[in-house]
């Protein structure tokens, strides 16, 4: 074969998305195509169990506790063992906590205690997965590609999270919650056999610290020393909680008593992972120059779908505000993951990731277990406006911080910063 016929062999992946990223990719898309229908058949398991919107908000702030408390000690592992060995071991846990929650569920009336301590098993298997997921993930990917890597990653994982929450509220409507579970369970099991097969050879050999108290403190050094990372983080705390209340208390309840069911709640659901995938889209050709500030205002959007619940909005105008909130925030995603990857050390990724999903998440335990009271005393009504509120006050606040305003993406080595006329030319023609 001569040395031209090699060179025109097409190639079945880019050169950057090597053996682990493929991996990571993959085993991610298998775990969403369930979880993303779990959540919505564990919201429904509560209620067909005869349970009430409070109850569905104790199950959900089961899940989420645990998983704010073991974040940090979860990311501090991820730093000092083999990443992939702590991302297999939680899938393990998913796996077997899903698995019972099913057979629960499937043998008929289920407890509310032991639906809460069984998604307080898989919300401890999240927290010591993520961590070490995203240390994986960014240690997987170079600088010059990262902001079309993180994309395309975004891109697949919420394409599956489409399928996934579609899937799941026709399944739950068709033959009941018990089986989404199963078949959560089931992902579980199949991604975990898929990272057994990640390659740790290439990265460098993290030494560990003094201690697990040492290492916690220098991630915590490398958090609270950057203004704009922990800013975000805090606007995020009040975000994610008031946007996870309304998801997965009011939402259920609002497509119970007003669409007709868990298929139309899917549906919406599954229009915002189609609104991720084409905010996903977006950025695999823009590279905005301010990353913070255009992924900062991408965040207001994330109010729509709680406005869209108190109206209460009909299904078709429901999907559309879904379909916005999913493209804006993609846009703030793709963006957060690659600044994160352009201004943290690699051998402290998994530890500032802890930090930055700890603050993000310890909230909103707190906001899901108070979403039924709040119902009560206010109105499910005001209390959606509220959320509605909460998210455009957070966002504007971090506005104020020079640093999210100024923060520019940094060339990628042995290349210098574009012109502004070049730059400008680059996002009214993406080449």
Same mark, same amino acid.
Request: proline share 7%; net charge positive; aromatic share 8%.
């Given at each position: 074969?001569?040395?031209?016929?090699?060179?025109?062999?097409?190639?079945?992946?880019?050169?950057?998305?090597?053996?682990?990223?493929?991996?990571?990719?993959?085993?991610?898309?298998?775990?969403?195509?369930?979880?993303?229908?779990?959540?919505?058949?564990?919201?429904?398991?509560?209620?067909?169990?005869?349970?009430?919107?409070?109850?569905?908000?104790?199950?959900?702030?089961?899940?989420?506790?645990?998983?704010?408390?073991?974040?940090?000690?979860?990311?501090?592992?991820?730093?000092?063992?083999?990443?992939?060995?702590?991302?297999?071991?939680?899938?393990?846990?998913?796996?077997?906590?899903?698995?019972?929650?099913?057979?629960?569920?499937?043998?008929?009336?289920?407890?509310?205690?032991?639906?809460?301590?069984?998604?307080?098993?898989?919300?401890?298997?999240?927290?010591?997965?993520?961590?070490?997921?995203?240390?994986?993930?960014?240690?997987?990917?170079?600088?010059?590609?990262?902001?079309?890597?993180?994309?395309?990653?975004?891109?697949?994982?919420?394409?599956?999270?489409?399928?996934?929450?579609?899937?799941?509220?026709?399944?739950?409507?068709?033959?009941?919650?018990?089986?989404?579970?199963?078949?959560?369970?089931?992902?579980?099991?199949?991604?975990?056999?898929?990272?057994?097969?990640?390659?740790?050879?290439?990265?460098?050999?993290?030494?560990?610290?003094?201690?697990?108290?040492?290492?916690?403190?220098?991630?915590?050094?490398?958090?609270?020393?950057?203004?704009?990372?922990?800013?975000?983080?805090?606007?995020?705390?009040?975000?994610?909680?008031?946007?996870?209340?309304?998801?997965?208390?009011?939402?259920?309840?609002?497509?119970?008593?007003?669409?007709?069911?868990?298929?139309?709640?899917?549906?919406?659901?599954?229009?915002?992972?189609?609104?991720?995938?084409?905010?996903?889209?977006?950025?695999?050709?823009?590279?905005?120059?301010?990353?913070?500030?255009? @992924?900062? !205002?991408?965040?207001? $959007? *994330? %109010?729509?779908?709680? +406005? #869209?619940? =108190?109206?209460?909005?009909?299904?078709?105008?429901?999907?559309?505000?879904?379909?916005?909130?999913?493209?804006?925030?993609?846009?703030?995603?793709?963006?957060?993951?690659?600044?994160?990857?352009?201004?943290?050390?690699?051998?402290?990724?998994?530890?500032?990731?802890?930090?930055?999903?700890? @603050?993000? !998440?310890?909230?909103? $335990? *707190? %906001?899901?277990?108070? +979403? #039924?009271? =709040?119902?009560?005393?206010?109105?499910?009504?005001?209390?959606?406006?509220?959320?509605?509120?909460?998210?455009?006050?957070?966002?504007?606040?971090?506005?104020?911080?020079?640093?999210?305003?100024?923060?520019?993406?940094?060339?990628?080595?042995?290349?210098?910063?574009?012109?502004?006329?070049?730059?400008?030319?680059?996002?009214?023609?993406?080449?």
């Amino acid at each position: 074969m001569s040395p031209r016929t090699v060179l025109r062999t097409p190639r079945r992946r880019p050169d950057w998305a090597g053996r682990n990223y493929t991996l990571l990719t993959g085993s991610a898309v298998v775990t969403n195509l369930g979880s993303h229908g779990a959540l919505i058949a564990a919201s429904f398991a509560v209620l067909e169990a005869g349970g009430s919107g409070a109850d569905v908000g104790l199950v959900a702030a089961a899940r989420t506790l645990p998983l704010v408390l073991f974040l940090l000690v979860g990311g501090a592992l991820a730093d000092r063992l083999p990443r992939h060995h702590v991302m297999v071991a939680a899938n393990a846990l998913n796996c077997l906590s899903q698995a019972a929650f099913a057979v629960l569920v499937l043998a008929g009336e289920p407890r509310l205690w032991q639906m809460m301590l069984l998604s307080a098993l898989c919300g401890t298997g999240t927290a010591f997965f993520n961590p070490a997921a995203e240390g994986m993930l960014f240690a997987s990917v170079s600088g010059e590609h990262s902001n079309r890597a993180f994309a395309l990653f975004r891109m697949a994982v919420n394409g599956a999270g489409i399928g996934g929450a579609a899937l799941g509220g026709a399944m739950i409507a068709a033959i009941g919650p018990g089986w989404v579970l199963a078949v959560d369970a089931a992902s579980f099991a199949a991604a975990g056999a898929l990272r057994v097969f990640l390659d740790v050879g290439p990265v460098a050999e993290r030494t560990p610290g003094g201690g697990l108290l040492a290492d916690l403190r220098e991630g915590w050094v490398e958090f609270r020393t950057r203004p704009w990372l922990w800013s975000i983080v805090l606007q995020f705390s009040v975000v994610v909680a008031v946007v996870g209340a309304a998801e997965a208390v009011y939402g259920p309840l609002v497509a119970r008593d007003r669409l007709g069911g868990p298929a139309p709640w899917g549906v919406a659901l599954a229009f915002f992972g189609a609104g991720t995938i084409a905010g996903a889209l977006l950025m695999m050709v823009w590279k905005p120059r301010r990353l913070l500030l255009v @992924g900062t !205002l991408c965040v207001f $959007p *994330l %109010a729509l779908p709680s +406005a #869209g619940l =108190a109206v209460p909005l009909p299904a078709w105008g429901l999907c559309a505000v879904m379909l916005v909130s999913g493209a804006a925030i993609e846009v703030f995603g793709v963006n957060w993951m690659t600044t994160m990857h352009q201004e943290i050390p690699e051998e402290k990724f998994s530890r500032v990731s802890a930090y930055d999903w700890f @603050g993000s !998440l310890s909230m909103l $335990p *707190l %906001a899901t277990a108070l +979403a #039924g009271p =709040a119902e009560s005393a206010f109105g499910r009504t005001t209390a959606l406006w509220g959320c509605a509120g909460l998210v455009v006050a957070a966002t504007a606040l971090v506005l104020f911080v020079p640093e999210v305003r100024r923060i520019t993406r940094k060339p990628p080595p042995g290349k210098s910063a574009p012109a502004p006329a070049e730059q400008a030319a680059a996002v009214v023609i993406p080449g």
